[in-house]
């Protein structure tokens, strides 16, 4: 079973920039695709973004063009660099991979 930890959360005003990083436990990590969620309060998960082993990407409607997620496999890290945040962007910011997720890191966009 995978292991992941998220960190690279924090407060942050809108328009900035934070980067989320997802560091994975493992021998399979690279061998498999990765993907972030988000979860608002008062609201369901929603998925953000997925890279698969070969590095291709998808996004949500509500963040292509700011987020961009990336992986290292050779530090079993995967990234999500997110720009031009907006408070809509407040979450608790999950990995998934493989039926595991990692334990969250709290985004909060606001002045």
């Known amino acids: 079973q995978v292991q992941l930890v998220e960190s690279g959360g924090g407060l942050v005003q809108p328009g900035g920039s934070l980067r989320l990083s997802c560091a994975g436990s493992?021998?399979?990590?690279?061998?498999?695709?990765l993907a972030w969620y988000r979860q608002a309060p008062g609201k369901q998960r929603e998925w953000v973004a997925k890279?698969?082993?070969?590095?291709?990407?998808n996004y949500a409607d509500s963040v292509k063009g700011r987020f961009t997620i990336s992986r290292n496999n050779g530090k079993n890290t995967v990234y999500l660099q997110m720009n031009s945040l907006k408070p809509e962007d407040t979450a608790v910011y999950y990995c998934?991979?493989?039926?595991?997720w990692g334990q969250g890191t709290q985004v909060t966009v606001s002045s």
């Open positions: 890279i698969t082993s070969g590095s291709s990407t």
């Open positions: 998934y991979q493989l039926g595991s």
């Open positions: 493992g021998s399979i990590f690279s061998a498999y695709g």
